[in-house]
C-alpha cells in the first residue's frame, strides 16, 4: 500500500484550522509565524512560499521576512531578536540553509526554545532525547514520518526493529529518538556502516534520509515492511524532454513497492507532512503561550 502523505497532511492542516480559530475565538490570540529566508536558492523560496501561504490558509499571523544575499550575520541575529521579543509571534523558523557566508548554529540556537517551531534548538533536542514528548517541539520532517507510522501502527511500536539511514541532528537523530519513545528497536546507520543492506533487511520499519538518489533497492526490504522515504533528490528526466528534471526519493521505488507492505511515495509521502507538522507546532507553541491546554 502506498501512503498518500498529502492527503494526512490535508486532515492535519484542518485540525491545525480548527484549534487556531477556537484559540482566536476563545482567548483572542491569533496564532503567528514568522519565516526569514536570506538569499536567492529557488528550492529554499519555493519551500518558504509554500510554509508562508500553507500559514496564511490555518488562518495564522503569516509573516515573512526576505534578506538578500549578503545579508550579515549581525543582520541576521538581530531579526531574530526582534522576533524573538514580539509577543504576537509564537513561531519562528529561519530557512536552511543559509548561504555560505553565514553560520547557522548561533542563529538557530538564539531563537527563543518556546518558538523554536522547527523544533532545531539544543532545548527541543534535549527534551525528545531524555523522552519529554509533550514539553518541547519536535523536529518537524521526524514528527511527520511518525505520524504516518502511527496510523499503520498505532502508539505501540513494542517489538518491531527499526532502522534509520542518516544520522543529521535534521531528521536521523530525532527519528531514532521518536521511535524510541515508541517502544521500537532502533538501529541508526550511516556512511560508515557495514553491510548495509543486511542491517536494513532486518527492518520492520526502514526509515531512509541519505539524499542519495534511489539508493534503496528491493532486496534491502523486509518482505512487508514499513517503507518510509524521506530524501528528496533532483535527477535528470531525459524522458520529459532535454534538460528536464524529476525529483525522486533514496528508495528505488517501484521495485520496492513491490516487497513493502506500506510505503511513501517522493513527492507526495513525508514532504506534505513536514510543513503541516511545522503549522502544527506553531499552533502548539500559541497554545502553550495564552496559557491552554496544547492540542494533540
Ligand atoms: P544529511 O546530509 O545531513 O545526512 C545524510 C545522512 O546520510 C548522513 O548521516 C550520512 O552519513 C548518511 N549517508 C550518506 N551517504 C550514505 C550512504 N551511501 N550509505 C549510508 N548512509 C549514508 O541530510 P539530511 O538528514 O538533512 O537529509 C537527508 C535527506 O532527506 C535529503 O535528501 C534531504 O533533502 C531530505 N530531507 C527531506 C525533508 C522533507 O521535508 N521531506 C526535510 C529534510 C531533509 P554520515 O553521517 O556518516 O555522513
Known sequence: MVIDGKRVAASVIDDVKAASAALEKDAGVKTGLAVVIV???PASHAYVGAKSRTAQECGFNSVQHTLPEDTTQEELAGLVAVLNADEGLHGILVQLPLPKH?????????????????????????????????????SCTPAGAMFLLKRWHGNDLSGLNAVV?????????????????FNATVTIAHSRTKDLPGVCRNADILVAAVGQPEMVKA???????????????RIAAPEKGEGMTRL??????GECAKVA???????GGVGPMTIAMLMA??????????????PS
Open 39 to 41: 538569499g536567492n536558492d
Open 102 to 138: 553565514l553560520n547557522p548554529d548561533p542563529i538557530v540556537q538564539s531563537i527563543r526554545p518556546e518558538k523554536d517551531v522547527d523544533g532545531l534548538h539544543v532545548v527541543n533536542a534535549g527534551k525528545l532525547a531524555t523522552g519529554d514528548l509533550q514539553g518541547g517541539l519536535v
Open 165 to 181: 539511514i542518516g544520522r543529521s541532528n535534521l531528521f536521523g537523530k530525532p527519528m531514532a529518538q521518536l521511535l524510541l519513545a
Open 219 to 233: 532486496d534491502w526490504v523486509k518482505p512487508g515492511a514499513t517503507v518510509i522515504d524521506v530524501g528528496i533528490n
Open 248 to 253: 525522486v526519493g533514496d528508495l528505488a521505488f
Open 261 to 267: 507492505g506500506v510505503i511513501t511515495p517522493v513527492p
Open 281 to 294: 507546532n506553531t499552533v502548539i507553541a500559541a497554545h502553550r503561550k495564552a496559557g491552554r491546554p496544547a
